[in-house]
């Protein structure tokens, strides 16, 4: 039988949100930016339409600590979505706190269906992980850092309305998308986008029609939407990604040549960006499509609209 879903009424009220937190800031990444929970919600308020009376309530738990810290399955149907957020951590591996929190994600979908899911690098690994993916842990391929030029696939193209998006990442593991052969062939889930490296960038998982539904009623694709992932991180910001690059090449677990690319030659000579970026490699290139275009898709799935096509968000600050 087919699952019988409708957002809510998204006009006036809290969109309640369960933040999985796979990670913590450290360093001048926490002191700039704040914690997970000030980071994701940022950007959840930033990506809202221009004097939204829609609220995100926000819960953190801090999954990576193991101690039991996810939702108990009294409190999951009090919310209306569960995000997953990035980690330096392995999506790959089988420590228990990414087993654990891999079989909470697969049990979510299954028998809370009416909670949405979406998940970001990490969160994205885990989640195509939980459907019946796997994670390349092998890391072969190039880190993939800073803003990065992602085509969408045909679903991507409807539901992001661009063929090209720019979003900041910071990765090398990820989500071959031959693991998902199966449920891409049969049209249970769908591709939406490939970067020139790494052919998953993100997927959607829609719940079934009803097939007794009235054909000629008014269809929703966003509010139809059940998982969606990015590996893209459209939380984060320029100011994040630098001051992580730091920290992973000081402590070596980057390569230098990634770094290098990231900052060229001239792109660490100061922190306000120049006039001429001529010379400052990936670090201040597009960027933007994390709010303007994951932000909305995102919201899109609890009711809200926008009205106009390039509404304006909140400012930056």
Request: charged share 25%; hydrophobic share 35%.
């Amino acid at each position: 039988m087919a699952t019988q879903v409708k957002a809510k009424a998204a006009k006036n009220r809290k969109v309640r949100i369960a933040l999985l937190c796979c990670g913590e800031f450290t360093g001048q990444v926490y002191k700039d930016n704040g914690d997970y929970l000030e980071v994701y919600t940022h950007w959840l308020k930033k990506s809202l339409p221009h004097k939204s009376k829609v609220k995100p309530k926000v819960d953190a738990y801090k999954v990576y600590q193991d101690n039991d810290s996810l939702p108990d399955d009294d409190d999951i149907d009090d919310y209306d979505g569960i995000l997953v957020s990035g980690s330096s951590a392995d999506a790959w591996s089988d420590v228990p706190w990414v087993l654990k929190l891999v079989d909470f994600i697969r049990r979510v979908g299954t028998n809370f269906p009416e909670v949405r899911i979406y998940g970001i690098c990490f969160g994205h690994q885990i989640v195509n992980r939980a459907l019946g993916g796997t994670v390349d842990g092998s890391r072969q391929r190039p880190w993939e850092i800073g803003p990065t030029h992602v085509n969408t696939t045909y679903m991507g193209k409807i539901l992001f309305g661009k063929e090209r998006l720019d979003l900041q990442q910071f990765h090398q593991d990820h989500v071959p998308i031959e693991s998902l052969a199966d449920f891409l062939m049969t049209g249970e889930i769908y591709l939406l986008a490939s970067s020139a490296d790494y052919p998953n960038q993100g997927i959607v998982k829609y719940y079934p029609l009803d097939p007794s539904a009235d054909p000629s009623a008014e269809f929703n694709l966003y509010e139809r939407i059940h998982i969606f992932t990015t590996q893209g991180h459209p939380e984060f910001t320029e100011r994040i990604v630098s001051e992580i690059a730091r920290q992973r090449e000081e402590k070596s677990t980057i390569t230098q040549k990634t770094v290098d690319h990231y900052f060229g030659p001239k792109g660490r000579e100061a922190e306000a960006k120049p006039m001429v970026l001529s010379g400052t490699g990936k670090r201040w290139a597009k960027d933007y499509d994390g709010v303007r275009v994951i932000g909305h898709v995102f919201w899109k799935m609890f009711g809200v609209q926008y009205p106009h096509e390039h509404e304006e968000t909140h400012d930056e600050n």
